[in-house]
């Protein structure tokens, strides 16, 4: 079982950049796909980008394409967002997320960091 950890949230002007951390434990973590989730108040959960653990090939959903960025560390077992020219549209709640390549759920889930973007 993948237990992951995310940190790195806070308060930051629209314009403005924010990196968002989560660290893995666990698993295998080849055998994943790990992405970052945003859900802001009365909305639903959506997926803001993803990345395969192997190989690296990254997905994002089309708001956010050329302004945040993710990356991960193998060494450090470590998945990083990078957000920049951040919207107030951008604000709520980011989970790291973690499923099995083999399965099309994301299962485990950390916490959650809240990013906040003021006007």
């Known amino acids: 079982q993948v237990r992951l950890v995310e940190s790195g949230g806070g308060l930051v002007q629209a314009g403005g950049s924010l990196r968002l951390s989560c660290v893995a434990s666990?698993?295998?973590?080849?055998?994943?796909?790990l992405a970052w989730f945003r859900e802001a108040p009365g909305k639903e959960r959506e997926k803001v980008a993803a990345?395969?653990?192997?190989?690296?090939?990254?997905s994002y959903r089309n708001s956010v394409k050329g302004r945040f960025a993710i990356s991960r560390d193998i060494a450090k077992n470590m998945v990083y967002l990078e957000m920049s020219s951040l919207e107030p549209e951008d604000a709520g709640f980011y989970y790291c997320?973690?499923?099995?390549?083999?399965?099309?759920?994301?299962?485990?889930w950390g916490q959650g960091t809240q990013v906040t973007v003021s006007s």
């Open positions: 666990g698993g295998t973590l080849s055998d994943y796909a």
């Open positions: 990345i395969i653990w192997s190989g690296g090939a990254t």
């Open positions: 997320a973690a499923r099995l390549l083999s399965r099309g759920e994301y299962e485990y």
